[in-house]
């Protein structure tokens, strides 16, 4: 059987000219392409650093975290002082929920490069999902010291001072990541989560509907809303953003379950 003429003329090619045409192609978003070439130059020279990390952001893109990880993995074989590379093998990781492992290169990679603010935020989130919040928080911190315009970090750090229990402050690193990025649609709605834990739920109603109206397709503000108006004693309410949860997202088991419970509170008015 013949060969497709791409594909001979990916194996036929200089592998730099192949490498630089991956990254031209990677560069406009044709993924398809780039990670054909990005595999043919692998298949060439497995050492080859750059295509290993190229292709293995392209498996990030694509959620396909095993295979980010193992060639992140290789990469780090090839060059273990990469910063980068430590940094994108942590995060695969933690995408595989493989975080403690995840917290290991993402302080590997602050070891090599102090100031990589992005491990410095992402090292933060593996340690808020391991629970270990004091740390996370001190980590949002310093990834702030040194970018303090970083609205993720400074919405990350909102959610850990929530989780412990700190929602006044919170709330104002929230709204600072606001001021920073007005239509921080995830913002808004953990505004609506702190305002609820502090008993505000009329508030909180108006929060994840500032988040609805950035972003319509949020299943999670419709079910917060559900349980807030349920919290309130307004079942009836609540309904109707139960189910505009589940047309948005189907099997989302949260929001049929708070359903349920609201057309039962209905029923037994």
Same mark, same amino acid.
């Given at each position: 059987?013949?060969?497709?003429?791409?594909?001979?003329?990916? /194996?036929?090619?200089?592998?730099?000219?192949?490498?630089?045409?991956?990254?031209?192609?990677?560069?406009?978003?044709?993924?398809?392409?780039?990670?054909?070439?990005?595999?043919?130059?692998?298949?060439?020279?497995?050492?080859?650093?750059?295509?290993?990390?190229?292709?293995?952001?392209?498996?990030?893109?694509?959620?396909?975290?095993?295979?980010?990880?193992?060639?992140?993995?290789?990469?780090?074989?090839?060059?273990?002082?990469?910063?980068?590379?430590?940094?994108?093998?942590?995060?695969?990781?933690?995408?595989?929920?493989?975080?403690?492992?995840?917290?290991?290169?993402?302080?590997?990679?602050?070891?090599?490069?102090?100031?990589?603010?992005?491990? /410095?935020?992402?090292?933060?989130?593996?340690?808020?999902?391991?629970?270990?919040?004091?740390?996370?928080?001190?980590?949002?911190?310093?990834?702030?010291?040194?970018?303090?315009?970083?609205?993720?970090?400074?919405?990350?750090?909102?959610?850990?001072?929530?989780?412990?229990? /700190?929602?006044?402050?919170?709330?104002?690193?929230?709204?600072?990541? +606001?001021?920073?990025?007005?239509?921080?649609?995830?913002?808004?709605?953990?505004?609506?989560?702190?305002?609820?834990?502090?008993?505000?739920?009329?508030?909180?109603?108006?929060?994840?509907? /500032?988040?609805?109206?950035?972003?319509?397709?949020?299943?999670?503000?419709?079910?917060?809303?559900?349980?807030? +108006?349920?919290?309130?004693?307004?079942?009836?309410?609540?309904?109707?953003?139960?189910?505009?949860?589940? =047309?948005?997202?189907?099997?989302?088991?949260?929001?049929?379950?708070? +359903?349920?419970?609201?057309?039962?509170?209905? =029923?037994?008015?």
């Amino acid at each position: 059987m013949s060969q497709p003429p791409f594909q001979s003329k990916i /194996r036929a090619g200089d592998p730099l000219q192949v490498f630089l045409q991956a990254v031209a192609f990677h560069q406009a978003g044709r993924l398809q392409e780039a990670e054909q070439l990005y595999e043919s130059v692998i298949t060439a020279d497995g050492r080859h650093f750059d295509s290993l990390v190229r292709l293995g952001a392209i498996r990030l893109q694509q959620a396909r975290f095993e295979e980010a990880a193992a060639l992140f993995g290789r990469a780090i074989v090839v060059d273990r002082n990469s910063a980068e590379a430590h940094h994108h093998l942590a995060f695969a990781l933690s995408g595989l929920q493989r975080l403690d492992e995840a917290v290991l290169h993402y302080e590997r990679a602050l070891l090599i490069e102090p100031d990589f603010v992005e491990a /410095r935020n992402n090292l933060g989130h593996a340690l808020q999902m391991l629970g270990r919040l004091d740390e996370a928080t001190a980590h949002y911190q310093a990834a702030l010291a040194i970018r303090p315009n970083y609205a993720e970090a400074r919405n990350n750090l909102g959610n850990a001072l929530h989780l412990l229990g /700190r929602d006044e402050e919170a709330i104002a690193h929230y709204d600072k990541a +606001l001021a920073i990025r007005p239509d921080y649609a995830e913002a808004h709605w953990n505004i609506g989560n702190a305002l609820r834990a502090l008993g505000r739920g009329e508030e909180a109603i108006g929060s994840y509907k /500032r988040a609805l109206e950035i972003r319509s397709n949020y299943p999670e503000a419709h079910n917060s809303i559900g349980n807030t +108006l349920l919290e309130l004693g307004r079942a009836g309410e609540a309904i109707a953003h139960y189910e505009q949860a589940i =047309a948005i997202k189907p099997d989302y088991v949260d929001a049929h379950v708070n +359903l349920d419970g609201a057309l039962r509170a209905v =029923a037994g008015a």
